[in-house]
């Protein structure tokens, strides 16, 4: 037995059994890699009888910037060139050469820029110009005298926000406030006090001189009640009079003593909550507030402001939004309208801009790729993608923007429409590589939905313009710009932007070998799917079926929310989504969101349709038939308001209708909730049955109708007529009940070099205004794992594997049970064979799966005989062993595996355990491999894709005891 220390990172035990040596009872040999608990990887060496293990350093690269980091050994951080180290959190700056960076880690990834060359030139050619900072909005600081001149010292200043460069690189999305109105209040106060004791020294023993004394202590006194008037909307000042005799000498201390209990009053919260408590006396008693009312007054700040920030190696974009307190007072609520309201968008370079076209070495068209950041009229902040195509030989500029989302990850709504890309207007490169599209009338951008009811819109007043940067050989290397869409009072539906892309090389040749590393995520040749599931063009398709809500049992409170199974003729009703896997990837690491159709947008759809049969039944004239038809339409209407917003059978929430109420008159419109409206003498109504549908499709416009149509008091049309709504808004507001989707996909994807997987589950939704709810049957909906590959599947005739050999791979995996998403490590090891006469399998393989924990860090868990249904209890899992599962030839003579119960099927429990599990022999789990070898190298298949699935039975628990799920990709180790 030895003992072989690992560096910094510990030791392990080597053992000798039969003249081979084993590490917990696994062989190891000259040349093995290992892996200490730290993560630091290290190489074994066998010389002379006795063991060493030499460090191997892990090298990242970090984007953006010439340098690498290499992990120290003990996994306390990265060390940067020769001396900078980096924290273990890979956020924070380095110098290197001189020259400073900051390094912050994204998806899975090290980036970094260069930030300290001064981005305020006054002209292009000069470089370091910031072209698109827009008047009355953003502007970039001047940086403090202290501080060296570089966008480290620099801030982007909009209204009362204040966002330092440094800070916003790797962060995408940031917020700042003021000062709090009650300090600014007292500090304001406190100067008065002091102005107010030195009139009384100046003034106060010249009886001559008390007239003006008197005078100018009650207007001070008038400024402090003007001061306190910031804090309190209501008129709390009655108490404040200050009355004073035309002696004042007598009355300084008191005078002094009104300032001080102001001032004391604003000091703290615990004061403050006190001075404003009713019946406790305080000065600000008739403010009347209760404590986390004054606690909510006291912390409030005269304005905040979000930022979203972007940025390519030498360009920086962003769009800020800066909201104030109505009239400048705590107790009302922000606004984007009042001194310092502030929305608009940045954009600037470090490097100088091109200054002519003839100097970029190009012909032909260059594509170039980047993002942008957005703002509404309304302040609601977007990040997105955009594409820019220049064609050279005519000087055109096409720009597309896609992917809008919110910090949240909601996309960008149309006239209640979900959009899906955005054509720019055409520009005309100039020939000092400038582009400038004025926003006039005839300048359109077009608009694309998702939605099938409505592809396109054109919006005219649209603005492009932009600048290609880079001087010499970098001419033309990269842009910067400004686009918008529409004009302010168009609101949320009014767009400003700002962008920086690079240019991109041309794609790679048809011919390219799997030998070389493919970054082409669309392509899926090698593919590992659930039933019914495929990828085409970049689009991963999951099919399910469609959940609706139930008409029969929705006619209480508790019932409102039910929903089944739709059926189509006795047929389950197939429900689609279509995921895109470019974004779906440059996003990973991280549980995202794919909505479903848009209830709202549905029920919009279905009334606009009913009120189109309505109006031809109407042209039928009075007949019964006609009647009928009316009464027909008028039912189908309030039907489908109710399942698609409301989710109950009656008319309205239990309390009168507008139907009912004799006090209102039959010509009000909104008597249509129960019935189509009639004269007295029987004959229908029908202008005012027209004019109370379109009451609802307005009330189905945007988010701000609908809020107004369901609010309480306002005598909207979803409300009853005692004011009340027909149902109260949820906890998220009218903008979640907006963006309410049928269903939506939570879908978690990562990947290696040559490998993608993933797993995702699918939530439901009755009615707009009801919560999502998760679906873990286990059915065609989910919860499932996927995983692919671009390069094409090994072909056993590329290889001559020797009786023996082995191949060992090392990757990752997400997996999903029920309502949780776990990722982990996966070794796969294969030991190859040649086939037996007339047999088909070439190998098997030993699987590990180890270290599944969710995103908070909590590990899947064992619990034996027994277990909870939120999988808490029980010992933690360090790794799933499957052994022997087969490697096949299928008749394309294609490598795969395939095993839905393989013959050893163990667990290894938390390493402080020191436990192992055999499930297959106590019959406590079963599991299944499914996947295929991918590539092809000098020493055998470049990596492999699949899925697996472990499941518990008898009384034995795994988690919360449902299936898991996982996808996974390994790539060969050296």
């Not at 739709?566 to 794919?594: H, M, S, W």
């Amino acid at each position: 037995m030895q003992e072989v220390v690992l560096g910094t990172s510990g030791s392990i035990i080597l053992e000798r059994e039969g003249g081979n040596w084993t590490s917990d009872e696994r062989p190891v040999s000259d040349g093995d890699s290992i892996t200490a608990a730290n993560g630091s990887s290290y190489t074994l060496r066998y010389r002379n009888g006795h063991w060493s293990a030499e460090f191997v350093p892990e090298v990242r690269p970090i984007a953006g910037t010439p340098l690498s980091a290499t992990w120290r050994e003990d996994r306390s951080g990265y060390r940067v060139g020769t001396s900078a180290l980096l924290p273990k959190s890979g956020h924070g700056d380095v110098v290197s050469d001189d020259k400073r960076y900051h390094v912050w880690e994204e998806s899975g990834s090290l980036r970094g820029q260069r930030f300290d060359l001064p981005p305020h030139g006054t002209e292009a050619s000069e470089g370091y110009y910031s072209p698109y900072l827009q008047k009355r909005g953003p502007t970039l600081s001047v940086d403090d005298e202290e501080t060296v001149a570089n966008e480290q010292g620099s801030r982007i200043e909009v209204g009362g926000g204040s966002f330092p460069i440094g800070g916003l690189f790797g962060q995408k999305w940031a917020s700042s406030g003021s000062e709090r109105i009650v300090d600014g209040v007292r500090a304001e106060i406190a100067e008065m006090r002091n102005t107010a004791e030195a009139l009384f020294r100046a003034l106060g023993d010249d009886q001559a001189l008390q007239g003006l004394l008197t005078t100018e202590v009650r207007l001070l006194w008038r400024e402090v009640v003007t001061e306190i008037g910031k804090i309190f909307d209501a008129n709390v000042n009655k108490w404040q009079t200050l009355s004073l005799s035309s002696d004042l000498i007598d009355q300084r201390e008191h005078v002094i003593e009104r300032f001080d209990t102001v001032l004391e009053a604003l000091s703290s919260l615990k004061a403050f909550q006190a001075a404003t408590e009713t019946r406790g006396g305080g000065v600000f008693a008739q403010a009347k507030k209760s404590e986390v009312a004054a606690r909510n007054l006291f912390s409030a700040q005269l304005s905040r402001s979000s930022a979203v920030f972007g940025l390519t190696e030498s360009t920086r974009y962003g769009a800020v939004d800066t909201q104030v307190r109505g009239g400048g007072n705590a107790e009302r609520a922000f606004g984007r309208s009042g001194p310092g309201a502030v929305s608009g968008a940045f954009a600037y370079s470090i490097i100088a801009t091109t200054e002519r076209t003839s100097d970029i070495n190009i012909s032909g068209d260059a594509v170039y790729l980047g993002g942008t950041t957005v703002t509404t009229g309304k302040g609601r902040l977007y990040r997105g993608s955009i594409a820019l195509q220049i064609r050279f030989d005519n000087n055109s500029v096409q720009g597309l923007v896609t992917s809008l989302q919110t910090e949240r990850d909601r996309p960008w709504f149309h006239r209640g429409t979900r959009v899906d890309e955005i054509y720019l207007p055409n520009a005309t490169l100039e020939s000092d590589a400038n582009w400038r599209v004025e926003q006039e009338a005839e300048s359109s951008a077009q608009i694309v939905y998702e939605d099938a009811f409505e592809r396109w819109f054109s919006v005219s007043k649209s603005s492009f313009e932009g600048s290609l940067l880079g001087t010499g050989e970098q001419a033309g290397h990269e842009a910067v710009g400004y686009w918008s869409i529409g004009t302010r009072r168009d609101g949320a539906e009014f767009l400003v932007g700002t962008f920086g892309a690079v240019m991109v090389e041309d794609p790679p040749d048809t011919d390219q070998t799997d030998t070389e590393i493919l970054d082409d995520i669309n392509l899926a040749p090698t593919a590992v799917l659930p039933e019914g599931s495929e990828i085409e063009d970049g689009i991963l398709t999951l099919r399910g079926t469609l959940f609706g809500p139930n008409p029969e049992t929705t006619r209480t409170e508790a019932d409102w929310d039910d929903e089944i199974l739709l059926l189509e003729e006795g047929r389950k009703i197939e429900d689609t989504y279509k995921l895109p896997l470019e974004e779906a990837f440059a996003r990973q690491g991280a549980v995202r969101d794919y909505l479903g159709r848009d209830l709202i947008l549905l029920a919009r759809h279905e009334v606009h349709e009913l009120r189109d049969q309505l109006s031809a039944v109407i042209l039928l004239g009075q007949d019964a038939v006609a009647l009928r038809e009316r009464s027909r339409v008028w039912s189908k209407i309030n039907e489908r308001v109710r399942s698609r917003l409301f989710g109950t059978a009656d008319n309205a929430l239990p309390g009168r209708d507008f139907a009912s109420d004799t006090a209102v008159p039959r010509s009000d419109p909104r008597k249509w909730s129960s019935g189509y409206p009639t004269a007295q003498d029987g004959s229908p109504e029908d202008a005012a049955a027209l004019e109370a549908i379109d009451l609802v499709l307005a009330a189905l416009a945007s988010p701000t109708d609908l809020a107004d149509a369901a609010a309480e008091g306002r005598g909207g049309v979803f409300t009853r007529a005692d004011g009340m709504p027909f149902r109260p808004l949820s906890a998220g507001g009218i903008d979640e009940i907006w963006e309410r989707a049928q269903g939506r996909i939570k879908m978690w994807v990562e990947s290696t070099d040559y490998t993608r997987f993933g797993a995702w589950r699918k939530q439901t939704a009755p009615n707009a205004w009801s919560e999502y709810r998760d679906r873990i049957e286990e059915d065609e909906n989910g919860p499932n794992a996927f995983a692919y590959s671009p390069l094409s599947p090994s072909n056993y005739n590329d290889y001559r594997f020797p009786v023996g050999g082995t191949s060992r791979y090392s990757g990752r995996t997400v997996a999903v049970q029920g309502t949780k998403f776990y990722t982990g490590a996966v070794e796969l090891m294969a030991r190859w064979h040649e086939p037996q006469r007339g047999q088909y399998d070439a190998g098997t393989l030993s699987v590990a799966i180890s270290g599944l924990e969710t995103t908070e860090g909590v590990p899947l868990r064992y619990a034996g005989a027994g277990g909870t249904a939120d999988g808490s209890t029980g010992e933690p899992i360090s790794t799933i062993y499957l052994d022997r599962v087969r490697v096949q030839i299928d008749s394309e003579r294609l490598l795969y595996f395939s095993d839905t119960s393989p013959s050893a099927l163990s667990i290894e429990l938390d390493r402080t355990s020191d436990r192992y599990v055999d499930l297959s022999d106590a019959l406590s789990a079963t599991a299944s491999l499914v996947g295929f070898f991918v590539g092809r190298t000098q020493d055998g298949p470049q990596g492999a894709v699949g899925t697996w699935t472990l499941r518990s039975r008898h009384s034995h628990t795994i988690g919360t005891g449902a299936t898991v799920r996982g996808g996974f990709g390994v790539e060969l180790v050296p």
